[in-house]
DNA sequence: CCCTGATTCGC
DNA sequence: GCGAATCAGG
């Protein structure tokens, strides 16, 4: 299909009316929202009424500010019943895993100082798109509180998951 | 995963 | 000039 006058004009309109890519390819058919954002862009009339952009951000090398905010909170009675239930955590040879190392599937649980050299991950099988092994997942979700002291309850005791790099 | 526009580049 | 592929972001 091409970009006859009558076409293109009615692009226009449609565009100026605020309708999106998708919505005029659609409307128009016989075209696809990237052929609508090519010739948009083609006619000059890109960038919408007063949308105020921030400015030329588009497409720049992203630098990873990925730093780990872990913290190693200090375990609270509460988790140290819930460790001597479980069994011991086999010690893998983790002070590799960084956090761009790291895999899906392998557990992020923070280990030491995120500031530090040593810092890593714990590394174990992490399955479910879980962000921790099962070991840590009870860690990191403990069950409800009691009923009890459901009022004085906050701070999710320990280390929120490590974004992992999308 | 749905969507948005932006850019690149072979055609 | 065209638009699919790709990218960056919401």
Not at 36 to 59: M, Q
Not at 131 to 150: D, G, I, M, N, V
Request: hydrophobic residues 35%.
């Amino acid at each position: 299909m091409a970009w006859t006058e009558e076409r293109v004009e009615e692009l226009k309109k449609l565009w100026a009316e605020g309708h999106s890519a998708s919505q005029i390819a659609a409307r128009m058919g016989g075209v696809t929202r990237n052929a609508v954002i090519g010739k948009v862009h083609r006619l000059g009339l890109s960038g919408r009424a007063a949308p105020a952009k921030p400015k030329a951000v588009h497409h720049e090398p992203r630098v990873s500010a990925a730093v780990a905010t872990a913290s190693e909170a200090p375990e609270r009675p509460a988790v140290r019943s819930v460790l001597r239930d479980l069994p011991p955590l086999t010690d893998l040879g983790s002070s590799r895993l960084t956090v761009s190392s790291i895999g899906t599937d392998q557990c992020k649980w923070p280990i030491g100082d995120p500031a530090s050299e040593d810092f890593h991950f714990c590394g174990q099988g992490a399955t479910g798109g879980k962000p921790y092994c099962a070991y840590h997942s009870q860690l990191a979700f403990q069950p409800s509180t009691s009923r009890k002291e459901r009022k004085s309850r906050e701070a999710p005791a320990l280390p929120r998951p490590i974004r992992a790099v999308s």
